[in-house]
Every structure is written in structure tokens, then in C-alpha cells.
């Protein structure tokens, strides 16, 4: 086995979440030959062989998970290891573990996950993960490997399966430096009264972007919101449930109930046109149009002082997504450099995250005040 970090990522995606790694190691630890990220197509898995446990480490320390995009989670730990057709995976695998990711990094864990990847080949093993997970809690308990149940700070021993359960990866999560959902799969339950699925995206980058101070903060009721390409109005129900103003822009129908609420004001006018009379505290996109298109015209909300925070979405291209992504976020400061107005006095933060709930598209979000809160 070798030291590495795992990146989780949509299937289909695995050249991204993997470059990425490879590009955050280089710039972390000074390398001078970018490593080869181990990438096959629809694992829905991408991982960074390390040279040795001081890069692992290194990595560990400085690789913060809110800087990468396309994965949705990472562990870091040894792999693969391979266990072909054994029946009892236990055993080895606690052995292993021993020898490895406790030797190298004297740490205990508190608590035992099981996890595999978003595609079939992980559907396929969650049966399995509930029959391991026993077996492997009482094989490491006994190793004295696990902390005493309650100890908090400590890092989750992660076990990673794939290939049908002919390999696994012996890793770890940090609870500060992690997706709160441990395999990066956020699960939100559809709420009934929201008029499309597209909701659970917002609702999803509130929780992945912001905390629950800020979100207690940013999200009041009574804030203002408006909504490009809102109809049938998914995004705006998040708003309208948090009792904020809504000003929808979109040529296409509202949902009556959300109208009916009396907290939606609907313009039916192009999203590229339209210019609030003050600023708002909220500016969401998603339009589907070209993403440097998009990327243009949210800058053009940062530069004019138009709104506090943001979401947009961008609509992948076939290819270079990576580089697209990287090229909007580079529109996006480079305009808040030169904002105007209350937010020109506070620096804005920016992140960007292909959710779980996001197809072929990354999540943007940009704030004037997050790091206040
Ligand atoms: C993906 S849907 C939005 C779904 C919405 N966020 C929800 O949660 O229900 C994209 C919307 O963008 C709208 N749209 C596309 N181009 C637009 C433009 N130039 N101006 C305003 N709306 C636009 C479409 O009419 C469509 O309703």
C-alpha cells in the first residue's frame, strides 16, 4: 500500500477531482514533478499516490477540502489493498491498519465508517457495508486502535471499498477538513411544497458553504433576495421559507403557491437586462447559459455594488471544465478587486463546489460579509 489522498467525486468527473489534487500537491508541497493522479473512468473516485507518509502528512495538514471543486470529500490514508476474493475482510484489513495508518500517524480515531463510490459499483455494496462494519468494529476494537467512545476531535477511520470489494483504501477523515457527509453524498430530504428539485441544490450550498451562525445570519427573514432564471421557483421557495423577499426574474411561470405568498415580486424580463432599483442582500443565477457568460455578469453584480452574497450556478462545458471553472472564479475576483459601493469595503470570499445535487455544473458562492460571522 501507498501513502495517498482520495478524492470523492461525481461519476465521470474522476480527470477533475484527480488534477486537482495533483495541482493543490504541487503548489502544498513545493514539488517540482507534478505526481500522476490515479483516475479511471466512472469510479466515481480519483486518488494521489504521495511518495512517502512526511508528503501524506504535509498534505494532511495543509490541503484545506474547501479549496478543491470537484471533489466532494477527501481521505487520507494508504491504498490500495488489495483483498481479491477473501471471505473474511476484517482481519486483514485491521491488520493493515495496524501496520499502517497508526504506525505513521500516531493517531487514534473515534469512530469506524464504511464507505465506496457513487456509481453502481457502490449501490451494489451497501448491503455488504452493513455486514462488514460489525466484523471490522470488533477486529480494531480490540486493537485498542479505536478511541473510547465520546472522544471528540478525532478523526474518523474510513475504509473505503471498491471494485465489487476486491480492494479498500485505509484512510481517514478530519472532522474539521471534511464534507459533513461522509462519502460526500448529501443527504436532504425533497420538501414537498418546493416546485422543482433544483431546491435541494440551494439548499445544499447553504450547508456545504456556510455554517450554521452564518447561515442563522445570512438567511434571515425579512433580507432581499433576487432570482435570475427562478421559474418554476425551487431556488426562491428556499428564500420564501426563511420569510425573505424574493424579486424572481424569469420569462416563465411562477408556481402559484410561492406567488400566493405575497413575498415574490416576478419579473418577466431577461436576467442579463435586469438591474435592481438598491442593493440586495442575495443575488442567485441559474440560468442556463454559457458559464464565462454567467461568470460575467455576477462580477458585474460585485463591481456595481449590486448585492451582499451570492450563488451561481455554471453549466459545465463538454471539455476543459476544470480550466472553465478556474477561469470564472478569476472573473469573479478580479471584479470584486474593483466593487464599488458598501461591499468595495470588505474583502468577498469565494468558493465553488460541484455538489452532489449538481449534475454537469459547479455551485458558486461569493460573499461580501461571511467572514464576519
Ligand atoms: C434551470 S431553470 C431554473 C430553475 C429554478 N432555479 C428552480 O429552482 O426552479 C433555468 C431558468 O432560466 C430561465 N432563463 C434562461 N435564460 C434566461 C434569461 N436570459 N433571463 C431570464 N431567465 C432565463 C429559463 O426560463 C428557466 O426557467
Not at 267 to 293: G, H, I, L, N
Not at 326 to 346: Q, V
Request: net charge positive; with cysteine.
Amino acid at each position: 500500500m501507498k501513502p495517498l489522498v482520495l478524492a470523492y467525486c461525481r461519476e465521470g468527473f474522476e480527470n477533475e477531482a484527480g488534477e486537482e489534487l495533483a495541482a493543490r500537491a504541487v503548489e502544498i508541497l513545493g514539488l517540482r514533478r507534478k505526481p500522476v493522479p490515479v483516475m479511471r473512468a466512472n469510479a466515481a473516485f480519483a486518488y494521489l499516490p504521495l511518495a512517502n507518509v512526511e508528503e501524506l502528512l504535509g498534505l494532511r495538514k495543509k490541503l484545506d477540502f474547501d479549496s478543491l471543486v470537484f471533489a466532494r470529500q477527501i481521505a487520507f490514508g494508504f491504498g490500495p489493498l488489495e483483498l481479491g476474493d477473501v471471505r473474511d475482510r476484517a482481519a486483514p484489513i485491521a491488520a493493515a491498519a495496524l501496520d499502517t495508518i497508526f504506525a505513521a500517524a500516531g493517531i487514534q480515531y473515534n469512530k469506524l465508517a464504511v464507505t465506496f463510490p457513487d456509481n453502481n459499483d457502490g449501490k451494489e455494496l451497501t448491503r455488504f457495508a452493513k455486514l462488514v462494519h460489525p466484523a471490522m468494529s470488533k477486529s480494531l476494537g480490540k486493537s485498542g486502535f479505536v478511541a473510547k467512545a465520546g472522544a471528540r476531535g478525532l478523526p474518523t477511520f474510513n475504509v473505503f471499498f471498491y471494485d465489487k470489494a476486491k480492494s479498500a483504501m485505509l484512510t481517514w477523515i478530519d472532522p474539521g477538513n471534511s464534507s459533513p457527509w461522509l462519502d460526500g453524498v448529501a443527504r436532504l430530504k425533497f420538501p414537498p411544497s418546493a416546485p422543482s428539485r433544483s431546491t435541494l441544490k440551494l439548499e445544499e450550498a447553504f450547508h456545504v458553504f456556510m455554517d450554521k451562525d452564518q447561515r442563522d445570519q445570512l438567511l434571515r427573514p425579512g433580507l432581499t433576495v433576487v432570482d435570475l432564471g427562478a421559474s418554476p421557483g425551487g431556488w426562491t421557495w428556499q428564500f420564501v421559507h426563511r420569510e425573505m423577499f424574493v424579486t424572481a426574474v424569469d420569462n416563465g411561470n411562477m408556481d402559484d403557491a410561492l406567488m400566493a405568498s405575497g413575498m415574490v415580486d416576478h419579473k418577466a424580463t431577461d436576467a442579463f437586462r435586469y438591474v435592481p432599483k438598491s442593493p440586495v442582500d442575495w443575488m442567485v443565477c441559474d440560468v442556463v447559459e454559457q458559464p464565462s457568460r454567467v461568470a460575467k455578469l455576477a462580477a458585474q453584480w460585485i463591481k456595481d455594488g449590486n448585492c451582499r452574497n451570492l450563488v451561481v450556478n455554471l453549466k459545465l462545458p463538454m471539455k476543459q471544465r476544470r480550466e472553465e471553472v478556474l477561469k470564472c472564479l478569476d472573473i469573479l475576483r478580479e471584479a470584486a478587486a474593483s466593487a464599488r459601493g458598501a461591499s468595495s469595503k470588505r474583502p468577498w470570499q469565494f468558493a465553488a463546489r460541484q455538489l452532489y445535487h449538481d449534475r454537469r455544473e459547479v455551485t458558486v458562492f461569493a460573499s461580501s460579509l461571511i467572514h464576519s460571522i
